[in-house]
């Protein structure tokens, strides 16, 4: 049973474009969350999804991020006209239903470099 | 708003002594506390975890209290080893799709 797959693992980007970062949570996991953990810190929430929905973006930018979990297919977290500040290791958690309460699978991360 | 405390920030023990990490949680409608691994450069991974209706729980050399009155919980380690290692979250998440919120970890350095 694959685990969190998170791609890329590594994306460089140059300021004022796009970066677009992927997650498949775990088989049998309809919750997502997505985590942003510069060095030496700790994991920021970001937002949680569920199919089609999105519970909780309360951690995430007004401006510029953007998250879905689309019906098939990876979740996807977006970042448009990134800026240097963007650079971090984000991290993709899935659970089985009733989140909140349940144990969350991460992803290895995709660690974003922003030139 | 919801808010995870941990402490200490960064933590160092002989080889072969206990470690003990703390964390306090604000909201009461927290019931599940897990606890997180993350070695340098790699994915948080889950040690343990305890719900609200067990006072402590325990997996080998790895235990967890829980006092709800309190609204704190603590990661024993007994016995550490150099792989132990790494930076330790707490968190407190709950019910009905109420997020998961995770303390600032602490540093643990194992000195063999």
């Known amino acids: 049973n694959a685990g969190v797959m998170q791609n890329p693992r590594h994306l460089v980007r140059r300021r004022g474009q796009e970066a677009r970062l992927r997650c498949s949570p775990m088989?049998?996991?309809?919750?997502v969350y997505w985590y942003r953990q510069l060095p030496e810190e700790g994991l920021k929430f970001m937002v949680y999804?569920?199919?089609?929905?999105?519970?909780?973006e309360s951690g995430m930018p007004k401006e510029r991020f953007s998250a879905e979990f689309p019906k098939e297919g990876p979740s996807i977290l977006r970042i448009q006209q990134v800026v240097r500040g963007d650079s971090a290791a984000y991290f993709c958690a899935s659970s089985p239903a009733g989140a909140g309460n349940q144990p969350q699978h991460f992803g290895d991360g995709t660690r974003l470099s922003i030139l | 708003g919801e808010n995870v405390e941990q402490h200490p920030s960064t933590l160092s023990v002989q080889e072969g002594d206990s470690a003990v990490i703390k964390c306090t949680y604000s909201?009461?409608?927290?019931?599940?506390f897990p606890w997180y691994k993350q070695e340098l450069g790699k994915r948080p991974q889950l040690i343990i975890d305890i719900r609200s209706n067990v006072g402590e729980k325990k997996d080998q050399r790895i235990a967890v209290t829980l006092n709800k009155t309190a609204k704190h919980f603590s990661l024993h380690i007994t016995e550490t080893q150099p792989e132990d290692s790494a930076v330790y979250f707490c968190?407190?998440?709950?019910?009905?799709?109420?997020?998961?919120?995770f303390g600032a970890g602490t540093r643990l350095f194992v000195k063999a």
């Open positions: 909201d009461s409608a927290s019931n599940y």
């Open positions: 088989k049998g996991h309809s919750h």
């Open positions: 999804l569920q199919k089609e929905n999105i519970i909780d």
């Open positions: 968190a407190a998440g709950g019910t009905g799709g109420f997020k998961t919120i």
